[in-house]
């Protein structure tokens, strides 16, 4: 069980998707956390979504602004300056809609990826401490695909694991700007996402009806909201994590390669970690040699 190093009782959040399966999810569990205020960004309005967000509500604390993810920069700079309008400030920000479509790689890579960005990095100047922010969290949800690429979902897999490295990098400034950013990468769970799964070359992959009647484990929005709500109050920057099959863990995702300006101090870490491990293996020869003198004394 992760400690809770992150209240979100009191809290400003935006959550992208927020009428989407998973984001649905994470709403209602959000509004039970007692967070001040809740925007949700989507697409388009659903009637039946925000009524039963009405009915677990009784404080008010949800709100809705039409939110394209395509809708570039300028305009995504607009949509958070009117929420600062309202909040004064963002404390989390959880992006939280994407798609599968693939036939239209285009669209694809406009949603998930650029749109991504576009709202990660306008959030981040209004969070930046270093910029007269307050920082704050982004939590972005990636997939299962950033891990292992889908090979009938290329681009899909792509915007993806872009997200992910793009989460990875902006994890380091966190010194600087009091930004905490991480990844929550989803196995398969049973939303709307799978209703329109296309190949890249534009053919109906079908997942609903091949997955139907079979023995194939997937998760419910509900185990997966839960588990997205664990990571945020977790509160560990850099991270990736995985919840697939109701189940939440971090994945140690290595780097592989060190920027020269790095070496020296990484090669000086390596020399201090093996210099390390020889004191311990002195000692523990010591201590095997002298409980033998002793059972040699003794016996
Ligand atoms: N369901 C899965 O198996 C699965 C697995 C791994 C990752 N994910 C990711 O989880 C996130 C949530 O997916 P979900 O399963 O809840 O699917 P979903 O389809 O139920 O929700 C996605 C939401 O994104 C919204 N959206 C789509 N295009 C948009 C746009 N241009 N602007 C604003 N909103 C837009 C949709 O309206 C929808 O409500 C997505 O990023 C998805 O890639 C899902
Ligand atoms: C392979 C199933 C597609 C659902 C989206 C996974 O991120």
Redesign the pocket.
């Known amino acids: 069980m992760e400690e809770v190093k992150l209240d979100l009782s009191g809290k400003n959040i935006v959550i992208?998707?927020g009428?989407?399966?998973?984001?649905f999810e994470t709403c209602k569990l959000l509004i039970q956390k007692g967070v001040a205020n809740l925007m949700i960004?989507?697409?388009?309005w659903n009637e039946s979504a925000s009524k039963e967000l009405r009915s677990i509500d009784a404080a008010g604390v949800c709100q809705y602004m039409e939110?394209?993810?395509?809708c570039g920069l300028e305009k995504t700079r607009q949509v958070f300056a009117q929420i600062m309008e309202k909040f004064g400030s963002i404390d989390v920000l959880i992006n939280?809609?994407?798609?599968?479509d693939e036939q239209d790689f285009s669209i694809i890579i406009a949603?998930?990826f650029t749109?991504t960005i576009n709202t990660t990095l306008v959030a981040y100047d209004l969070m930046d401490k270093s910029r007269g922010g307050k920082g704050g969290v982004v939590v972005n949800?990636?997939?299962?695909?950033a891990l292992t690429p889908f090979p009938v979902l290329p681009v899909y897999s792509a915007t993806?694991g872009g997200i992910l490295n793009f989460t990875r990098a902006l994890a380091h400034l966190e010194p600087k700007t009091g930004i905490t950013l991480y990844s929550i990468?989803?196995?398969?769970?049973d939303?709307?996402?799978?209703e329109q799964v296309r190949h890249f070359q534009g053919r109906e992959l079908c997942f609903k009806e091949k997955m139907r009647g079979r023995p194939f484990s997937t998760q419910t929005?509900m185990a997966c909201a839960a588990n997205v709500v664990k990571a945020i109050e977790a509160h560990k920057n850099g991270v990736t994590w995985m919840c697939d099959l109701g189940q939440l863990k971090l994945v140690e995702i290595k780097n592989f390669w060190t920027p020269p300006h790095h070496r020296q101090e990484h090669e000086q870490q390596e020399q201090q970690d093996e210099q390390q491990q020889n004191q311990e293996n002195e000692q523990n020869a010591s201590k095997k040699g002298s409980r033998k003198r002793k059972l040699q004394v003794s016996g």
Do not use: E, R, Y
């Not at 939110?67 to 395509?70: A, W």
């Not at 939280?96 to 599968?100: E, L, N, V």
């Not at 949800?141 to 695909?145: C, E, F, G, T």
């Not at 990468?185 to 769970?189: A, F, K, L």
């Open positions: 992208i998707g009428f989407g399966g998973i984001g960004l989507h697409k388009t939110f394209d993810l395509t939280g809609a994407g798609i599968c949603v998930n749109g949800i990636s997939s299962v695909a993806k990468c989803p196995g398969i769970t939303t709307k996402h799978w929005p």
